[in-house]
């Protein structure tokens, strides 16, 4: 028994340890089993992407300037920031972990990437090779230069005037046959064409006397008298260079004035793109502060040749003001000229007229007024010179600028304007085109009304 006992009692005892180990096991296996729901549920929370807050715009396009208008700040330079698509920098880097790789340049404009603003990161443009920077895109324009403009614009020129051309060569075809009649004939012809009774009375009584001279004169003849006498009418010899050069130590001054409609902004602008091809430095100075849109449009003009322009951001503010400004900002950044545009309309003449000459006077505190152009529209014949005599008299006028000769048969107004005025045709605008202003040339003038 005992034995049986003692034999019973070990076994008795293994069978509690085994108890005691089944416990054990299903408490491990319940407590393990306990631990994986919590890791999985936390897993499971935690495994879901978070919802990160809206992102920053990469710091390139946040901290960006935005791009500014083409005004002229004085304290700066009067350089516009010519740098626009030249300054393409690749994206931040679109994720952290690509952080290591190299840096690339965007394929893409910078701008667009600005544009994108904090989308930028998620559509960051594929990465292209490391490779030298792909070619800026060309935002100044390059003007075409002065010379030949008259040769390629006279067939407008001719155009418009064949009619006077082709009038006077029909009268004298005749040859010999030159009665009061056929002299008439011219008469008309030149006055139609806007030549002013004078100019018209000295060229006919000067080829009659030639005439007279030679007793009778052929169609050929009578022709080459004609392109002498206009010629002669025309004056070669005036002076037309127009002062656009530094003077001593400071930019030359050229005041644009005119009537509103006569083309004066735009041919500031076409003139600044003359000088600029001839690699002038110009400033342009936005004075028609009458007309809101005038400032935009002459800094349009000047951006597209890479020219800054001084302009006030208040409609109405004084044009003598942005004229001194333009002057002085000019003299600071030693351009070789600063060109003055201002307006051409006011509630009356008088306030008009009184306005230039106080711009005038304004100018002249910082520096003299070197060239003082007229800009006249040829299409308007006698009641543009009537205008032109009221600017006469409140500004110097040094030259004129006849536009739209393109659109008129009245070529003649070019010794009307010179006679009455007593200052050179020095400029003349052939077309809306951008660079359809060209410097005055009296013989291809000529050429262009009779061939
Ligand atoms: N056909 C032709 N059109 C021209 C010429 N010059 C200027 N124009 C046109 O004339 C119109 C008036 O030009 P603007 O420069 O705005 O005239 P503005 O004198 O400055 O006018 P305001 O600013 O109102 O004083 C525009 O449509 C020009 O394109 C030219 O030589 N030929």
């Given at each position: 028994m005992t034995r049986g006992r003692h034999d019973v009692g070990p076994v008795c005892h293994d069978g509690r340890v085994d108890q005691l180990w089944e416990i054990l096991v299903v408490l491990t296996v319940v407590l393990l089993g306990a631990v994986g729901l919590a890791v999985a549920f936390l897993r499971g929370k935690g495994g879901k992407t978070k919802e990160l807050p809206p992102q920053e715009p990469p710091p390139a396009a946040k901290d960006a300037p935005q791009r500014k208008a083409n005004t002229y700040t004085p304290s700066s330079t009067a350089k516009i920031d010519t740098s626009k698509g030249s300054t393409a920098t690749a994206p931040p880097p679109a994720d952290t972990d690509e952080r290591d790789e190299p840096p690339v340049r965007s394929a893409e404009p910078k701008e667009k990437v600005e544009n994108r603003g904090g989308t930028a990161v998620e559509e960051a443009p594929a990465p292209v090779e490391p490779a030298p920077a792909p070619p800026t895109e060309p935002s100044i324009e390059e003007p075409e230069s002065a010379r030949g403009r008259m040769t390629r614009l006279s067939s407008r020129m001719a155009a418009s005037n064949s009619a006077m051309g082709k009038g006077l060569l029909g009268a004298f075809s005749?040859?010999?046959?030159?009665?009061e009649s056929v002299w008439e004939e011219v008469e008309d012809i030149l006055l139609g064409a806007d030549l002013g009774v004078e100019a018209t009375t000295e060229l006919v009584d000067n080829l009659k006397k030639r005439v007279k001279t030679e007793g009778s004169a052929s169609p050929e003849q009578l022709e080459m008298w004609l392109h002498e006498e206009l010629l002669k009418l025309v004056d070669p010899t005036m002076d037309r260079r127009i002062a656009a050069s530094r003077v001593g130590d400071r930019p030359a001054v050229v005041m644009v004035v005119g009537?509103?409609?006569?083309?004066k902004t735009t041919t500031v602008g076409k003139l600044a793109r003359v000088l600029v091809a001839e690699d002038k430095e110009v400033l342009l100075g936005?004075?028609?502060?009458?007309?809101?849109?005038a400032a935009d449009q002459l800094e349009t003009w000047g951006a597209r040749v890479g020219v800054a322009t001084v302009r006030s951001e208040k409609e109405g503010a004084d044009p003598a003001a942005v004229a001194f400004d333009a002057v002085k900002a000019g003299k600071d950044e030693e351009v070789d000229v600063v060109i003055i545009d201002t307006a051409g309309?006011?509630?009356n003449k008088v306030g008009l007229m009184d306005e230039l000459s106080k711009v005038k006077r304004v100018i002249e505190k910082q520096s003299p007024i070197d060239e003082c152009l007229l800009v006249l529209d040829a299409t308007t014949g006698q009641n543009g010179m009537r205008q032109a005599q009221v600017f006469a008299q409140a500004v110097n006028i040094t030259g004129v600028v006849l536009t739209k000769l393109d659109g008129t048969a009245k070529g003649g107004i070019v010794v009307l304007v010179q006679r009455e005025l007593?200052?050179?045709?020095?400029l003349v605008g052939l077309?809306?085109?951008?660079?359809?202003?060209a410097p005055f040339d009296p013989k291809a003038f000529v050429d262009a009304v009779l061939d």
């Amino acid at each position: 028994m005992t034995r049986g006992r003692h034999d019973v009692g070990p076994v008795c005892h293994d069978g509690r340890v085994d108890q005691l180990w089944e416990i054990l096991v299903v408490l491990t296996v319940v407590l393990l089993g306990a631990v994986g729901l919590a890791v999985a549920f936390l897993r499971g929370k935690g495994g879901k992407t978070k919802e990160l807050p809206p992102q920053e715009p990469p710091p390139a396009a946040k901290d960006a300037p935005q791009r500014k208008a083409n005004t002229y700040t004085p304290s700066s330079t009067a350089k516009i920031d010519t740098s626009k698509g030249s300054t393409a920098t690749a994206p931040p880097p679109a994720d952290t972990d690509e952080r290591d790789e190299p840096p690339v340049r965007s394929a893409e404009p910078k701008e667009k990437v600005e544009n994108r603003g904090g989308t930028a990161v998620e559509e960051a443009p594929a990465p292209v090779e490391p490779a030298p920077a792909p070619p800026t895109e060309p935002s100044i324009e390059e003007p075409e230069s002065a010379r030949g403009r008259m040769t390629r614009l006279s067939s407008r020129m001719a155009a418009s005037n064949s009619a006077m051309g082709k009038g006077l060569l029909g009268a004298f075809s005749g040859g010999g046959k030159l009665d009061e009649s056929v002299w008439e004939e011219v008469e008309d012809i030149l006055l139609g064409a806007d030549l002013g009774v004078e100019a018209t009375t000295e060229l006919v009584d000067n080829l009659k006397k030639r005439v007279k001279t030679e007793g009778s004169a052929s169609p050929e003849q009578l022709e080459m008298w004609l392109h002498e006498e206009l010629l002669k009418l025309v004056d070669p010899t005036m002076d037309r260079r127009i002062a656009a050069s530094r003077v001593g130590d400071r930019p030359a001054v050229v005041m644009v004035v005119g009537v509103n409609g006569t083309g004066k902004t735009t041919t500031v602008g076409k003139l600044a793109r003359v000088l600029v091809a001839e690699d002038k430095e110009v400033l342009l100075g936005a004075a028609d502060t009458f007309r809101a849109a005038a400032a935009d449009q002459l800094e349009t003009w000047g951006a597209r040749v890479g020219v800054a322009t001084v302009r006030s951001e208040k409609e109405g503010a004084d044009p003598a003001a942005v004229a001194f400004d333009a002057v002085k900002a000019g003299k600071d950044e030693e351009v070789d000229v600063v060109i003055i545009d201002t307006a051409g309309r006011l509630h009356n003449k008088v306030g008009l007229m009184d306005e230039l000459s106080k711009v005038k006077r304004v100018i002249e505190k910082q520096s003299p007024i070197d060239e003082c152009l007229l800009v006249l529209d040829a299409t308007t014949g006698q009641n543009g010179m009537r205008q032109a005599q009221v600017f006469a008299q409140a500004v110097n006028i040094t030259g004129v600028v006849l536009t739209k000769l393109d659109g008129t048969a009245k070529g003649g107004i070019v010794v009307l304007v010179q006679r009455e005025l007593g200052v050179p045709v020095k400029l003349v605008g052939l077309g809306e085109g951008a660079d359809d202003l060209a410097p005055f040339d009296p013989k291809a003038f000529v050429d262009a009304v009779l061939d």
